[in-house]
């Protein structure tokens, strides 16, 4: 996995490589194109999804790491609408990498695990579906899905005011045995999370 999904990547325990990387465009669009192969299971998600392939964000750190794909047509006033119904805003893809919550991380049987098959090898990755949802208190949450309609993560989202090119922008940084992952939608919210090792 070390030139497939070794690049679909972002943090990890404090005792993997040194510092996480975004990857260029050019090799960001490498990997939206192979975790878009397989149309039916790109789309077959939690919640409805139509992502841009053509604006992907990767990032990794040696073998860990994540791959983000914005909503087609993502726009901030359909984010500040959002109520009761779930607005879809991407897919996060992790290679070696699981979401965590209060508990730790979350366990293999409740994700999306895909086959992403290259040119010289294959491997599983976890597929993400996200959307922003009311809270029913006057905020905003952003909403992580494994593989059934009821959200693994439910994290707030807050205002912010960020100059950013991509619909959605990624960053993460360090946490002792742990790493957190913070997405920017289009320069006016932001929402982070944990992620830690996939342990099959």
């Given at each position: 996995m070390k030139q497939i999904l070794a690049t679909l990547l972002i943090v990890t325990t404090c005792y993997f490589a040194a510092s996480q990387e975004q990857l260029p465009r050019r090799e960001a669009l490498k990997y939206a194109f192979l975790v878009s192969a397989d149309l039916k299971t790109l789309q077959n998600t939690p919640i409805t999804t139509d992502v841009d392939l053509k604006q992907p964000v990767a990032l990794r750190d040696g073998d860990y790491g994540a791959l983000l794909l914005p909503e087609s047509k993502l726009t901030a006033d359909?984010?500040?609408?959002?109520?009761?119904?779930?607005?879809?805003?991407?897919?996060?893809?992790?290679?070696?990498?699981?979401?965590?919550?209060?508990?730790?991380?979350?366990?293999?049987?409740?994700?999306?695990?895909?086959?992403?098959?290259?040119?010289?090898?294959?491997?599983?990755?976890?597929?993400?579906?996200?959307?922003?949802?009311?809270?029913?208190?006057?905020?905003?949450?952003?909403?992580?899905?494994?593989?059934?309609?009821?959200?693994?993560?439910?994290?707030?989202?807050?205002?912010?005011?960020?100059?950013q090119q991509l619909p959605i922008a990624l960053r993460a940084e360090r946490e002792y045995e742990s790493g957190r992952l913070t997405l920017n939608l289009l320069g006016r919210y932001e929402a982070s999370f944990r992620v830690t090792e996939l342990e099959f």
């Open positions: 359909a984010i500040a609408k959002a109520g009761e119904q779930i607005v879809p805003i991407g897919q996060l893809w992790l290679h070696k990498l699981t979401p965590m919550r209060e508990s730790g991380g979350v366990p293999s049987h409740q994700l999306r695990l895909v086959r992403v098959v290259g040119e010289e090898e294959s491997g599983e990755a976890v597929q993400c579906a996200l959307g922003v949802k009311s809270n029913g208190a006057g905020g905003l949450d952003l909403l992580v899905f494994g593989k059934e309609r009821t959200p693994l993560l439910k994290v707030p989202l807050k205002q912010t005011e960020r100059t």
